[in-house]
């Protein structure tokens, strides 16, 4: 893990500096930054077609820059592509499903991820700290280095 730099200094993480963890179905994520006190956590994903998340709403905003291929919630007509930002406001209920492979996104969000049931009551939690236990499980699963998370409690 690298600690942030409480000094006025930028910090540079290059592609490669942190490796791609692969899930279940074969799309992969990474993420980038965690900063507890805050509540943010920044992740960057590589999706395959077909890869959705469960139904889900946030405790806080997200912010989303798609870098390519294709993907949508159920909920909603638009389609975010290449060079698409989504602003998601706090407490918005969607269930993301992706279009294309190999489409790239970036989020960062606020707060916890409260995975709905079909009644819409929250069936499970997930924040932060709960995704980087679960990137750091798959990286040493995988024989990947530990990665260098920016990490600021």
Not at 6 to 13: S, V
Not at 123 to 144: F, I, N, P, R
């Amino acid at each position: 893990m690298q600690a942030i730099s409480k000094a006025n200094e930028a910090i540079h993480l290059g592609e490669a500096e942190l490796p791609w963890a692969a899930m279940e179905d074969g799309s992969l994520f990474k993420v980038v930054q965690v900063r507890r006190r805050e509540g943010l956590w920044i992740t960057h994903s590589r999706f395959r077609a077909g890869y959705s998340v469960q139904t889900h709403r946030h405790t806080g905003p997200v912010f989303g820059y798609t870098v390519s291929g294709a993907w949508r919630y159920r909920e909603y007509e638009y389609v975010n592509r290449k060079g698409s930002f989504l602003y998601e406001p706090a407490n918005s209920v969607h269930t993301l499903t992706v279009l294309e492979d190999d489409t790239e996104v970036w989020f960062h969000l606020y707060g916890a991820l409260l995975n709905l049931d079909v009644e819409g009551r929250v069936e499970s939690v997930s924040d932060g700290t709960s995704v980087l236990e679960a990137y750091l499980a798959l990286c040493a699963e995988q024989g990947l280095e530990r990665p260098a998370v920016l990490l600021e409690d």
